[in-house]
């Protein structure tokens, strides 16, 4: 079978072609126009059901896609990305669809996904014509295909102790706490080492609230795991969360400052103190932060403490 010669049933593309093109259309009306090919396919790769066991673990965000047009032209897009504009739901929602997609393909094949056969999926999608792009049409694209390292690297485990560059030498600390829904959640601690390693100071100077991102910059070597400390999970919750802000959905109570939600669903109102730390407060808060995002907000928060 070629990467582009799956076939997906016909309830799972249904769902998500529909669900996709209102991501689609929402992208629209949020930003003033339709997401280019780039874009889409930028929002997709970030969005991926990366701990699924429907997936064989090459799925790594942000996945990226090559896609060619009729005539094998390769396809290109050299304007600006509006994708870091995106609000948290957007990824949200496409991940909730691509779940369906991954699973769909995981019940036929009797094996899990991989990322070639993701985008054979996502293609399907495409071709479905409900997906308004701003500057191809989708019956025009000929092959997609997930441009993936071929090199695979292992997920950091919880108790990895990671160093992150900061900007103006030495490292942000960090700890792994989990992989679930949410994506990687690490611990962060205050301070920067200069040899980027965990000293008795930083360790005493763990934050409060644990942080998801994703894990692509260890992936390739950006962040480096440079210690393994179990000693250091007990400092930081042991079902670390995400939060919502007041009035999220309608028939959900999310309380008057927001609420967190643990990895199997379980809600839990909080109060203004953990909403003013978190960000819900201020609107700086988001579920899922790029780890490029993150590293550039350490630096900031270094900067200006």
């Given at each position: 079978?070629?990467?582009n010669?799956l076939?997906?049933s016909a309830?799972?593309?249904d769902?998500?072609?529909?669900?996709l093109?209102?991501?689609?259309?929402?992208?629209?009306d949020e930003?003033?126009?339709p997401?280019?090919?780039a874009?889409f396919?930028?929002?997709l790769?970030w969005?991926?059901?990366?701990n699924s066991?429907?997936?064989?673990?090459?799925f790594?965000a942000?996945m990226?896609?090559k896609a060619?047009l009729?005539g094998?032209?390769?396809?290109?897009?050299?304007a600006?990305?509006?994708v870091p504009?995106?609000n948290?739901h957007f990824f949200?929602?496409?991940?909730?669809?691509h779940?369906?997609?991954?699973e769909d393909v995981?019940?036929?094949?009797g094996?899990?996904?991989t990322?070639?056969?993701f985008?054979?999926?996502?293609?399907?999608?495409?071709?479905s014509?409900r997906?308004?792009?701003?500057?191809?049409?989708?019956e025009?694209i000929h092959?997609?295909?997930a441009d993936?390292?071929?090199?695979r690297?292992?997920k950091p485990?919880?108790?990895?102790v990671?160093?992150?560059?900061?900007r103006?030498?030495?490292?942000h600390?960090?700890?792994?706490l989990?992989?679930?829904?949410?994506g990687?959640s690490l611990g962060l601690?205050?301070?920067?080492s200069?040899?980027?390693?965990?000293?008795a100071?930083?360790r005493?100077?763990?934050r409060k609230?644990p942080?998801?991102?994703?894990w692509?910059?260890?992936a390739d070597g950006?962040?480096k795991?440079?210690?393994?400390d179990?000693?250091?999970?007990?400092?930081f919750?042991?079902?670390p969360?995400?939060y919502?802000r007041p009035?999220?959905?309608?028939?959900i109570d999310?309380?008057?400052f927001?609420?967190?939600?643990?990895s199997d669903?379980?809600?839990r109102?909080?109060?203004?103190?953990e909403a003013?730390?978190?960000?819900l407060?201020?609107g700086t808060y988001?579920q899922v932060q790029?780890?490029?995002?993150?590293?550039?907000r350490l630096?900031?928060e270094?900067?200006h403490?």
């Amino acid at each position: 079978m070629g990467v582009n010669d799956l076939s997906l049933s016909a309830g799972a593309l249904d769902e998500a072609s529909s669900g996709l093109a209102e991501v689609a259309a929402e992208f629209a009306d949020e930003l003033g126009a339709p997401p280019t090919l780039a874009e889409f396919l930028e929002l997709l790769g970030w969005a991926l059901p990366a701990n699924s066991d429907a997936t064989d673990g090459t799925f790594i965000a942000p996945m990226k896609f090559k896609a060619t047009l009729q005539g094998n032209k390769p396809y290109r897009s050299d304007a600006r990305s509006r994708v870091p504009d995106l609000n948290d739901h957007f990824f949200e929602d496409a991940r909730e669809h691509h779940i369906a997609l991954v699973e769909d393909v995981h019940a036929s094949g009797g094996a899990p996904a991989t990322p070639q056969q993701f985008a054979s999926a996502i293609l399907q999608v495409l071709r479905s014509g409900r997906i308004i792009l701003a500057d191809v049409k989708p019956e025009d694209i000929h092959k997609l295909i997930a441009d993936v390292p071929k090199k695979r690297v292992a997920k950091p485990k919880p108790g990895d102790v990671l160093a992150i560059p900061a900007r103006r030498g030495g490292y942000h600390m960090a700890v792994v706490l989990a992989h679930n829904c949410f994506g990687m959640s690490l611990g962060l601690f205050h301070g920067i080492s200069a040899q980027g390693r965990l000293d008795a100071s930083l360790r005493g100077a763990a934050r409060k609230y644990p942080v998801h991102t994703t894990w692509d910059l260890v992936a390739d070597g950006t962040w480096k795991v440079v210690q393994r400390d179990e000693s250091l999970l007990p400092l930081f919750p042991s079902d670390p969360c995400i939060y919502h802000r007041p009035n999220a959905w309608p028939d959900i109570d999310t309380g008057e400052f927001g609420a967190a939600e643990t990895s199997d669903g379980t809600l839990r109102l909080i109060g203004p103190d953990e909403a003013r730390e978190v960000g819900l407060l201020d609107g700086t808060y988001k579920q899922v932060q790029l780890a490029a995002y993150l590293q550039k907000r350490l630096d900031d928060e270094a900067d200006h403490p």
